[in-house]
């Protein structure tokens, strides 16, 4: 049963009126006069006339049963519109003193015609014979005998708030200790930090949305709690004061502002033109021009690194981290206008990857090892160039990269290559597919990509499991593609770069599908998901290496969207019925800011070439640059160049040669459900600074909730783990290396033994 409100208990009590006389003696009121000599009740006669049969004194306007004493007089005598009241009327009498119809022949002339009435009628009133007013009413113990201060700001605060007040439970009012004008405030206003956020956003939008009482009630909190007047100050005073953070009720207003910047698009702008001379350190990070600033200064220090060495570029990233770091649980970092500030805390992450080399061993050790740790430097590179969409910013960000990166990529290759030279390079061919399993092959989704889509499967409470494997060499898409195609192939190699089908057709396009149908393989289109999904089925999804190919750089910026189409289109084949998912690819690829180096290869020695792959003629000898058989004909020698070099100039984007960028590739096999659709259910993530809070449910004895950059990876783990209490609840986390502010990273809700229950994306710092 609901609990009754404040207007409730006054229709009640104001009912109750009627039933006040000596049966023996009297008859039954004809009505109950309500004498209201402030008018104070006013604003609750429109509800109260839901609940009673009122009618008013006042000008005549039927619709709200209001007219003059004449036509109430009428009224009472039976001339309504409707089937009779259930019960007495209530008349209403705004501004009238009971007094004033004690004498008949001297009550005012607009009065006269009711005058009488008090003979035969009910008054509500006090237990003294006073007019019930709203605060003797709440106050006294005939009424509801609330607690309600005395003095003059809670007396005005009433007035303001009186309509919200009646809405409001009686059980609940009762249990508070005291009722003042900040809690009558906080009715019109609950929420007075957002208010003045709103307000400072847009100061007439929200007078205008308040309205005459809650904005008096607003002006009365923002004096009271924040010693500012809106009307006297104005928005550059206050946006002053907020910027400053100066006392508790500063700070806070500050972190709301900051958890959804958002929300108010104006007070940065208010901010800039409101920002003192002098500073103390606590508002440091409060103005966007300092932030821009700092962003410029960042900006040339990661330009001067252009031609470091790796070491001394890494000494310079630490400290420019710890520099700006901070600048990541800024507000400008969550409005996206430090840019640098996310970017650097990527590039140090990067510095420490490719600080060290992986050991020499067989290509099947390097394979391993990239796998597991190898290409998480990929990843860092991708991240730093992507948080900075800006030409200026990514060079900038692009001439420090390049110089920790180049020459780690390209003793990593070098060794990579030496392993390829001298124990074999055994390049795959072939897939192994069952019945009910569709392949979906993508061009040039490099190992760090593949991992990125694992885990947006994962997301969509898919089961996606990631191995690694070797392409066939050289690593182009011409010889790549047809050895994931999941039929039975010779191994022929064609006068180029290709391979060879049935009839000696190069297996590619029109061809390839043949083969595929040959083979009893269901090749579908770009939007198909049918055929028969009991059997075997071959479709393709995205093209990272065409976008790598015509944007360069640029392609970090499109990674994100092509991964999520390839999640959908994998989710889209196990909804037709599709029981396993296998995504394959060609190659991957080597991206480098400023380009790769360029090596010679004179043209007599070679029958084809590209930037990183030459086929040799069958003449050349000694080419000085690391050569295996072609995986696809063994009497072919095939050849690429030293470390990541490229045989033409300018290429930033490119494969084909020897490296574990290029060479290893995955696989990823998907199924529906997964550990992501188990039990337990992660609800709303919240970041403070970078404090994550999480509600959590549906969770069983021993959970854990952990913050992971990815969210299958234990090692990846950015906070926690912090024990659930119960089924149900808040966990709250720490993320205490400053350098993920701004990454992307996920919420990870484990059971006791470490199964995955939930997971949800989030970014450290929100």
């Known amino acids: 049963m609901t609990a009754p409100t404040v207007l409730d208990a006054l229709a009640d009590c104001v009912r109750a009126a009627a039933g006040r006389y000596n049966r023996d003696d009297k008859a039954a009121p004809a009505a109950v006069l309500w004498a209201d000599p402030g008018g104070a009740w006013r604003p609750l006669i429109p509800a109260l006339g839901a609940r009673l049969p009122l009618a008013t004194l006042g000008a005549y306007d039927p619709g709200t049963r209001t007219g003059p004493a004449i036509w109430l007089r009428c009224l009472l005598g039976g001339a309504f519109d409707g089937p009779p009241p259930a019960g007495p009327w209530v008349v209403y009498l705004p501004g009238v003193e009971q007094s004033q119809l004690r004498a008949v022949e001297s009550a005012p002339g607009h009065l006269r015609p009711i005058a009488e009435l008090q003979f035969r009628a009910a008054w509500w009133q006090q237990p003294n014979g006073g007019a019930w007013t709203p605060a003797s009413f709440l106050r006294s113990q005939d009424g509801l005998g609330l607690k309600l201060a005395r003095d003059t700001a809670t007396h005005d605060a009433l007035g303001h708030a009186l309509t919200v007040l009646a809405g ?118 409060s103005w966007p021009q300092d932030d821009e600033s700092a962003e410029e200064e960042l900006a040339a220090s990661l330009g001067a690194l252009a031609g470091a ?29 430090s840019p640098l500030a996310s970017a650097v805390g990527h590039l140090n992450r990067l510095a420490g990857l490719t600080g060290r080399l992986p050991a020499g061993g067989s290509v099947a050790d390097f394979a391993a090892w990239y796998a597991e740790h190898g290409w998480q430097a990929d990843e860092a590179a991708v991240s730093a160039l992507a948080a900075v969409p800006a ?54 989704l490099r190992y760090d990509v593949g991992t990125m889509l694992r885990d947006r499967l994962r997301l969509r409470g898919l089961g996606a499991e990631i191995r690694p494997r070797l392409a066939p060499f050289p690593t182009v ?36 599908r043949a083969a595929l149908r040959a083979g009893g393989v269901q090749p579908l289109g770009p939007e198909q998901t049918g055929g028969d999904p009991s059997g075997r089925g071959w479709t393709e999804a995205a093209d990272l290496d065409r976008t790598g190919h015509g944007l360069g750089l640029k392609l970090v910026d499109r990674i994100g969207q092509e991964v999520e189409d390839i999640a959908a289109r994998v989710q889209e084949l196990l909804h037709a019925g599709w029981t396993r998912v296998s995504v394959v690819t060609d190659h991957g690829w080597l991206l480098v800011p400023g380009g790769l180096p360029k090596v010679d290869l004179p043209e007599h020695l070679t029958a084809v070439r590209k930037p990183r792959a030459a086929r040799l003629a069958a003449s050349a000898h000694g080419v000085g640059q690391p050569t295996v058989p072609w995986s696809w004909d063994a009497s072919v020698a095939m050849a690429s160049p030293h470390g990541v070099a490229a045989f033409e100039a300018g290429r930033i984007y490119d494969h084909g040669g020897l490296s574990p960028q290029e060479c290893v590739v995955p696989v990823l096999v998907v199924t529906p459900g997964g550990a992501a659709a188990s039990r337990g259910r992660i609800g709303q993530v919240a970041w403070s600074g970078t404090r994550c809070r999480v509600d959590v449910a549906d969770v069983g004895t021993g959970s854990r909730v952990e913050v992971r950059r990815r969210p299958a990876d234990p090692a990846s783990r950015l906070a926690g783990p912090q024990s659930v209490a119960g089924a149900e609840g808040e966990v709250e986390l720490l993320v205490a290396d400053g350098v ?13 033994d470490g199964e995955i229950l939930a997971q949800a994306a989030t970014r450290v710092g929100g």
């Open 391 to 444: 030409p200026a910013a990514r060079d900038a960000v692009g001439a420090a990269l390049r110089s920790v990166y180049l020459p780690w990529l390209d003793e990593t290759a070098r060794r990579f290559q030496a392993a390829a030279v001298g124990g074999g390079y055994p390049g795959e061919i072939g897939l192994r597919t069952a019945p009910g399993e569709c392949v979906v092959f993508v061009d040039g």
């Open 168 to 285: 409001a439970s009686v059980d609940d009012l009762r249990r508070r200790s005291r009722i003042d004008a900040d809690d009558l405030a906080a009715l019109l206003n609950p929420d007075e930090v957002k208010t003045l956020l709103d307000w400072l956003d847009d100061p007439r939008g929200t007078r205008d949305r308040l309205g005459g009482n809650a904005w008096t009630a607003f002006v009365t909190q923002c004096r009271r709690t924040f010693r500012v007047s809106p009307d006297g100050d104005g928005p550059l005073a206050v946006a002053r004061r907020l910027g400053l953070r100066e006392g508790a009720q500063w700070q806070r207003t500050w972190q709301r502002f900051a958890e959804a910047p958002h929300a108010y698009p104006r007070i940065p702008e208010l901010l800039r033109q409101a920002r003192p001379d002098q500073l103390f350190v606590s508002s440091r990070d």
């Open 477 to 512: 898409t011409g010889t790549g593609k047809p050895a994931v195609a999941p039929v039975e192939l010779p191994r022929a190699g064609g006068p180029e770069m290709t391979a060879l089908g049935p009839q000696g057709r190069r297996l590619a396009g029109d061809a390839l």
């Open 740 to 752: 993920y502010g701004g990454s992307e990273a996920y919420v990870v809700l484990l059971s006791a």
């Open 309 to 337: 060495t790796g070491e001394e570029a890494r000494t310079a990233l630490a400290r420019l981290d710890e520099e700006h770091g901070r600048r990541r649980a800024s507000v400008w970092s969550g409005l996206g206008l």
